[in-house]
Every structure is written in C-alpha cells, then in structure tokens.
C-alpha cells in the first residue's frame, strides 16, 4: 500500500531535509507532498532534489489563512483518503533586530494558530499507526516559563481552542508592551514553542489513539538560525536534524505521543 508523508515548510530549511530523508525512505509507490505557501519555491525544491524515488508535488498552503489548509485537506483527502506522516514545521522567522510588538502577531498567527489549524484539519487524516509530528523546540517547556504563567497551558483543562486563545492574549500583550508586567520572557520564541507543545498535549488527550507528538530538532543550520547564534559551527545541517526525526518514524511512535522528543528522548514539560 502506498504509503503518503505531508511537510509543511518544504521548500527549505529543516522542511527540505525531511524531503531529502522521507524521499529516500519512500519507493515510486508512495508519496510526497510539500505544502508550502510558494508553489513556485516549492517546485524549485523539488528539482534541487537528488535521486527521486517517490511521487513528489507541490500542495498549497499558508499557516496563517485557515481556508488554505481546509482546501488542502480537502484535496488530500479526496486523492489518498488517510495519511501516514505528517511534519508541521512551517514556522514564520523572528529578527533579533525588529521590535517584538512589531513581529509578534505574524509569528504567533502562523506558528501557533496556524499549528492549531494543521491539526484540526489533519489529524483525522492520520492512519492507525501513522505519525503527526508538529516540530517545536526544546524551550517548548513550562521550566522556561515563571510558574504563575503555567496555568495558562494547564492542557488538562483547556481546549485547543482556549490554548489558542492564550497565544492571542499575548500577541495583544506584546503589542500593548505590558507582557513583562505578566511575566513573559524577552525571548518571543520561547511562548510560542510551549503554546505549540501545549497544543500537541491536549490533542493527545483528546485523540489518544493517534500518534502526534512534538520534536525539537537541536540547532539547525538555517536562514532562520543564523541570525541569533554568532557561531554555527556545532550546528547540524537540515539533512541531519531532519534524519534523527524520521529515524524516530520507523519505531512505533505511540511510545511518543503527547510528548516532547530530542534525539529520541522525552524532554520534561514542568
Ligand atoms: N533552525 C533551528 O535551529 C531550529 C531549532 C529548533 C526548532 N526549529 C524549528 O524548526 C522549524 C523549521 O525551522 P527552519 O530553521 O527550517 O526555518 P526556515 O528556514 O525559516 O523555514 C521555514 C519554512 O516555513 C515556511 N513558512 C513560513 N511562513 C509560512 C506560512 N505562513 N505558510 C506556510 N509556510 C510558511 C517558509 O516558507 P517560505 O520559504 O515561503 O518563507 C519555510 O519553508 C520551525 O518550526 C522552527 O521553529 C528550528
């Protein structure tokens, strides 16, 4: 049976090296989707791909616009009907030189809301024992968060929905400038990966037969890295980050889900 992997933020970065890895994994029976929000990046990607062994196209997406993502489930549905892996990596970049209440709200809308849609509309998709893996961080973690913020991301007890609501408090928060005085990091990365991971949780305990988990990568090599680290030279490249994760694909993935994975170890949330 053909077997189809979905990756969101295909064309490059960590998104092109799950290509690489999945394509060479993958026979001509099987399927690639990069669901990127630049078809023309996305076909570009494709040509730069060595040795193609499976069915590779473009899908149409932007994180940030919720009838994209419906219309792209849509046509996944209607060709393949389920799906066996999923990566949600897409992610809009920070600068380390913009204000933060000048780019929260595109990243928080794309990461995190845009994380929400992929799994509302995907995860029905995803085959007994296939795989949804959202790609966070290892600062997707409440020890990186004052403890009377942890109440916010109480996963037990909120919905998607109200997880989802958070992260758009604090997008206000941020452009008000008043989120110190709640309590949040500098750092606006570090609320949107525990709010991405919050998510993954709560869809867990409500699916708990579906396979989804979160994963940080380690330091990856990438346009968006590059800016915050002056020395890249420990950092992996796209293709090796990417090769620990779908490694972790082979095993039976029900021993990860709902939790946070790095180089195939759960990592605490509190
Ligand atoms: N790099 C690291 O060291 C590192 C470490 C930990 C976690 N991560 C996580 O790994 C993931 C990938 O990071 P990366 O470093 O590979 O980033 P990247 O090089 O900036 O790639 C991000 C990808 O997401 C796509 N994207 C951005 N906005 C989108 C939207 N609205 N709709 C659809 N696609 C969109 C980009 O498309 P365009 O080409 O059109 O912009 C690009 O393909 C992210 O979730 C990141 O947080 C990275």
Redesign the pocket.
Known sequence: MSRIAII????????FGFVQNINEQFTEEDFIYLA???PE?GKEAIQNLKNIKAKISVLY????NESTIEEAKKEIAEKHKKVDIIIS?????ISPTVANKDQVENFIR??NT?TYYMIKHFLPLIKENGSFVV???AFGSLIHLKTCLHKEFDYESKTMEEINHVMNKYVEQVKAEKDKEFGWPEWINIPSKVGQVALVKRAHKENPNTNIFSV?????D????RPFFNNMNE?QT?YEAASHIVDLLNNNTANYAGKLIQFGKELPWN
Do not use: I, K
């Open positions: 969101t933020g295909a064309n490059q970065g960590l998104g990127v929000r630049r990046a997406l932007d994180m940030s990596n897409a992610a809009a970049r794309t990461n845009g790609v966070a961080s940080c990568p380690g330091l990856v990438t346009d968006a890295s950092a796209p």
